[in-house]
């Protein structure tokens, strides 16, 4: 089946900067497509280029087969990292806005239950708390009811429960059938939503497939993290990789029962022992040498 | 049409709603209007002024009224214009001593009165001719009559140039247009939605403002209320126009504020909005007519003060028409949404 979206050999260069530097991936229909790396990565720009709001220094994007046009705009729901709505308008006012800005909108009604922004339709728009706005945002990137819904860091700056409310709102989304990009750097929000992903730094990508593939394809080993104060031995004497980080040591282990053993033996207690499969955070630092938010 | 609806409607709340900003656009003519009636009223002012038609400096040798002290005599050049200013009370005699001498009061006047008796009075001294009477009448124009016409056009300039210009920047800046960009909305049904909003909502404030100024001080009206409205329609629009153009690149507000200043301020002064450009250098004449508000307060004021028609003011329409395609035509042209 032909891709939804294929991107190829993307370049965005700047004076003295080469922001997108020759990306090429492409999203089937009914995919969350993850796009990740650090701040500066490019995510941004690459998804402004595929929105068809940045003109390309070089490379194509095509939507359905086509250039990106008229039918495009019609069909893409795009939430932007950074946005203002008008001034004094109301969440109601706002949504009818962009509701009457497309022929074939979806059921208003629909996007306010789904969204849940009933409680909120009176209210005035630049005045709602971080998730309430990421919602109404998210509602008006859902009036014209797209075939493709851009999220570019959708959950920047929400607390903990608003970022899980903003999740369980994408997972209904995809359980409809629409194709997802999402840009994030947050590898546990890849990690729920994605079903695909491409990690980008200085303006390539440098790693692409499912999460699960991903991992198996790079880790082979666990970590065990333990409190720095419960080593009474020097590191170095200890026989496994380990590397320490914020009053915590991590010890990379092929084997838990052996590396259990070898700490038993070295007289370390296990009371506050956590063992955890490697994560895209620690793809990322196995694949660019630094943290992800750095 | 939806999509333009739909953009015009959320500009009008938007104004609406911004209690600063609307209550602002109504106090600030009000309020510059009613000093200057205040500043400007008064008892009739401590000198008399009669215009003078032919050669004063010979009349003067034969007619004693003419070496009456605290009477201020100004040389005329067109009769006509000197009756109109007798007309409304701009000049309180004219005298004609090219031939059969003759002068023109306006009978309404207590000037004109008191100026008469003192014209008879020295009929006949030193061999003073006699004068054949004319009476004209009309309304007195107060200076309040004579500014309210420019006031009404430079708060359209300014609501114009700020609710349009400046906002349409602002919106750059802060990513609404961009928002906007990502649908099918076109930069022009954008900027038409902007347009009609605006101008909707100028020429409604500006009759209101206009209906309470005539209210409180019965503003002189000659000509027709029809024409006064199309003229500031137009004037609107071409104001408007110039706000779009000074906002179709701009990405700071800063820079947009500075730009329009520097776009204000010499229409300000420029424009005859506080004084008549008559009797200035001819090259601030001209230089006055590339303003658009130089030809919407010529327009509003002949309309207003001398009764003008259509056909009166149709060079300062025609100027006004032909700014607002130019500048509308090159705000289209160079809009981008960031």
Same mark, same amino acid.
């Given at each position: 089946m032909a891709p939804l979206i294929e991107v190829r050999d993307l370049v965005k260069h700047y004076p003295g900067v080469r922001a997108v530097n020759g990306v090429s991936f492409a999203i089937e229909s009914g995919v969350c497509f993850g796009l990740l790396g650090p701040n500066g990565a490019g995510k941004t720009t690459t998804i402004e280029m595929m929105e068809g709001l940045l003109a390309p220094t070089g490379g194509t994007v095509r939507y359905k087969q086509q250039p990106l046009g008229e039918r495009f705009r019609h069909e893409a729901g795009i939430q932007f990292q950074h946005t203002a709505l008008p001034e004094h308008l109301t969440v109601k006012d706002t949504l009818r806005l962009f509701h009457a800005l497309y022929p074939h909108a979806a059921d208003l009604e629909h996007v306010i239950g789904f969204c849940n922004l009933r409680d909120l339709l009176g209210r005035d728009a630049s005045k709602l708390s971080g998730?309430?706005?990421?919602?109404? &945002?998210?509602?008006?990137?859902?009036?014209?009811?797209?075939?493709?819904?851009? &999220?570019?860091?959708?959950?920047t700056g929400l607390d903990p429960q608003a970022r899980r409310n903003f999740w369980n709102l994408v997972r209904s989304i995809k359980e409809r059938g629409k194709t997802i990009l999402l840009t994030t750097h947050y590898m546990e929000e890849a990690g729920a939503l994605c079903d695909d992903i491409a990690i980008m730094d200085h303006g390539r990508i440098i790693a692409r497939g499912t999460p699960d593939a991903l991992l198996q394809q790079h880790f082979s080993h666990v970590f065990l993290k333990l409190p720095r104060d419960d080593f009474s031995i020097p590191l170095a004497q200890f026989p496994l990789s380990l590397f320490e980080s914020d009053g915590y040591v991590e010890i990379r282990a092929l084997d838990v029962n052996q590396a259990i053993a070898l700490l038993l033996q070295h007289g370390v207690p296990l009371a506050r022992l956590e063992i955890r499969p490697p994560s895209l955070e620690d793809l990322f630092l196995e694949l660019t040498g630094k943290a992800l938010r750095a | 049409?939806?999509? @333009?609806?739909?953009?015009?409607?959320?500009?009008?709340?938007e104004f609406f709603r911004d209690r600063a900003v609307m209550v602002w656009n109504f106090v600030r003519p009000f309020s510059i209007v009613l000093v200057f009636a205040f500043v400007f009223s008064g008892g009739p002012r401590d000198i008399f002024k009669v215009g003078v038609c032919g050669d004063g400096a010979a009349a003067r040798r034969d007619v004693v009224f003419l070496k009456t002290r605290h009477v201020r005599f100004i040389p005329v050049a067109d009769l006509d214009g000197a009756l109109v200013k007798v007309r409304h009370h701009q000049l309180d005699m004219v005298l004609d001593v090219r031939g059969k001498p003759r002068y023109w009061i306006n009978a309404d006047a207590p000037n004109g009165y008191l100026l008469e008796r003192m014209l008879s009075d020295s009929a006949g001294a030193d061999g003073t001719p006699a004068f054949e009477r004319n009476a004209l009448a009309g309304r007195e124009i107060r200076y309040v009559d004579f500014v309210a016409p420019g006031i009404f056009a430079?708060?359209?300039?300014?609501?114009?140039? @700020?609710?349009?210009?400046?906002?349409?920047?602002?919106?750059?800046?802060?990513g609404v247009l961009k928002r906007l960009k990502a649908t099918p909305l076109s930069p022009f049904e954008f900027l038409? /939605?902007?347009?009609?909003?605006?101008?909707?909502?100028?020429?409604?404030?500006?009759?209101?403002v206009y209906v309470g100024c005539d209210a409180l001080l019965d503003l002189a009206m000659n000509g027709s209320y029809l024409l006064l409205a199309a003229t500031f329609a137009l004037g609107a629009v071409c104001l408007i126009s110039l706000g779009l153009l000074t906002a179709a690149r701009l990405t700071s507000e800063e820079f947009a504020g500075g730009v329009l200043n520097v776009l204000i301020w010499p229409m300000m002064v420029f424009?005859?909005?506080? @004084?008549?450009?008559?009797?200035?250098?001819?090259?601030?004449?001209? @230089?006055?007519?590339?303003?658009?508000?130089?030809?919407?307060?010529?327009?509003?004021?002949?309309?207003?003060?001398?009764?003008?028609?259509? /056909?009166?003011?149709?060079?300062?329409?025609?100027a006004l028409g032909v700014m607002s395609a130019v500048f509308l035509t090159l705000a289209v042209g160079l809009f981008r949404w960031e």
């Open positions: 998730g309430q706005r990421q919602r109404l &945002l998210l509602g008006v990137a859902l009036v014209n009811d797209p075939s493709v819904l851009f &999220l570019d860091e959708p959950t | 049409m939806r999509r @333009f609806i739909a953009v015009l409607h959320a500009r009008n709340l430079m708060n359209m300039m300014f609501s114009c140039l @700020f609710g349009v210009g400046y906002v349409i920047v602002r919106y750059r800046k802060n038409a /939605a902007h347009i009609v909003s605006r101008l909707f909502l100028v020429v409604l404030v500006s009759a209101i424009s005859g909005v506080w @004084f008549s450009l008559e009797g200035t250098h001819p090259w601030v004449q001209k @230089f006055a007519q590339v303003f658009p508000l130089t030809h919407l307060v010529s327009a509003a004021r002949a309309i207003m003060l001398d009764g003008a028609g259509a /056909a009166d003011v149709y060079p300062q329409l025609l």
